[in-house]
């Protein structure tokens, strides 16, 4: 099973726990890395998720999401038709960076696309799977 785990999941764990949604979303994405870390999974890294954590002002976070993606067993480079697939999602309402993490995914073969960004979720229509960390792990069992 092939994942491609947006920034938006990756930072999940420095969100506000005392709200029910996140703390539920940060326990989904611990039960993720434990598959990860099992073989049981496997993740996708991009050029994409290396800009968005560069743009994190918090050293902690940067550090966490780094070691994180050090899990990945898949990298993907951008190229000319990942560009132009992100346009495309851009045209279907999708912020820039989301759709340049969608169209990685998707070159990538991503099996299943995690995030907790709501827009999102409802703006992309393609061939992924597209969820939230607590839907994927509920989907599991």
């Known amino acids: 099973m ?12 420095f969100d506000d726990q005392r709200q029910p949604r996140i703390w ?20 996708i890294h991009s050029p994409i998720h290396d800009l968005e954590n560069s743009r994190n002002p918090f050293a902690l976070r940067r550090q ?16 000319g038709g990942i560009k132009a697939r992100a346009l495309a999602l851009e ?3 999708l912020k820039p960076l989301d759709a340049l993490h969608l169209s990685c995914a998707e070159a990538a073969g991503a099996d299943h696309f995690l995030t ?9 229509s393609g061939p ?3 969820q939230s960390p607590v839907t994927f792990v ?3 069992t």
């Open 2 to 13: 092939l994942l491609y785990l947006d920034n938006s999941a990756l930072n999940r764990p």
């Open 24 to 43: 539920l979303e940060t326990l989904s994405f611990s039960l993720v890395l434990t598959l990860v870390e099992a073989g049981e999974a496997k993740c």
């Open 64 to 79: 966490w999401v780094e070691k994180c993606l050090r899990l990945s067993t898949q990298r993907i480079s951008l190229d």
């Open 91 to 93: 045209q279907d309402g």
């Open 116 to 124: 907790c960004d709501d827009r999102l979720l409802r703006r992309y």
């Open 128 to 130: 992924m799977v597209v």
């Open 138 to 140: 509920t989907n599991l």
